[in-house]
């Protein structure tokens, strides 16, 4: 079974700095996709980056980058020129391109403060 | 606007009572999911339904049930078979199954006491 483990409950971050939160997972399978979602206090879950796994280029929006190493099995997200608007939890989640149910496998979360 | 909306944002029950939560959405998706969320933990799949009148547990279905009748709704109950109710639960919606993306609703805060 896949597993995604997000290691740090917490994170801080000084307004304008760069921080990076960290995700890794545990596949056997080859194809897959991995997200990361942001919860802001309003707790509606937003989609921030998406990557597939056949991809090698990482995924980048805007002020947020990913830095997708698959045989690590590890999924880390950037956030550039941090905002006291990203202030939120942050999701990893893992889902297999061959599943029949479109489950999503969640980490933990963690919590990210922006200091101003 | 489309959407997903949930309500009521926070629902209180007491002990024993079976509850429904509500989840519609105007987006034309098929595919429609319920997630339960507790805290230091990730959300964890229910149930959830691929199309109209057919729908699948999901990894924590026991103490729970689901209708859906029409493609914009998937109803939540959660019965008095539930040892944990409080949580809060989430609903999302993909165009399809195999849709790599899923939208979120706002949620449903249930405590039960």
């Known amino acids: 079974a896949q597993t995604v483990t997000q290691s740090q409950p917490e994170m801080s971050v000084q307004e304008a700095e760069t921080v990076t939160l960290s995700c890794t997972y545990d596949?056997?399978?080859?194809?897959?996709?991995l997200f990361w979602y942001k919860q802001p206090p309003s707790r509606q879950m937003i989609l921030v980056i998406r990557q597939e796994a056949y991809k090698q280029q990482n995924a980048t929006e805007n002020r947020f980058s990913v830095n997708f190493q698959k045989a690590a099995k590890s999924f880390s997200l950037k956030i550039s020129d941090s905002q006291l608007g990203d202030a939120a939890m942050y999701f990893c989640a893992y889902r297999s391109v061959s599943s029949n149910t479109g489950k999503l496998i969640f980490g933990q979360g963690t919590t990210l403060q922006v200091k101003p | 606007d489309g959407g997903i909306t949930q309500s009521p944002k926070y629902l209180f029950r007491k002990e024993g009572q079976n509850v429904t939560l509500s989840c519609e959405q105007n987006?034309?998706?098929?595919?429609m999911y319920w997630y339960r969320q507790d805290p230091g933990q990730g959300l964890r799949l229910i149930y959830y339904s691929q199309i109209v009148n057919d729908f699948q547990k999901g990894d924590i279905a026991e103490g729970y049930s689901v209708s859906r009748e029409k493609k914009e709704s998937f109803p939540l109950t959660v019965t008095s078979a539930q040892k944990n109710p409080t949580a809060f639960y989430l609903c999302?919606?993909?165009?399809?199954?195999?849709?790599?993306?899923?939208?979120f609703g706002p949620g449903t805060r249930l405590t039960v006491t």
């Open positions: 596949t056997s399978e080859s194809d897959y996709y």
């Open positions: 987006l034309n998706h098929d595919a």
């Open positions: 999302a919606s993909s165009p399809f199954v195999n849709s790599y993306e899923q939208y």
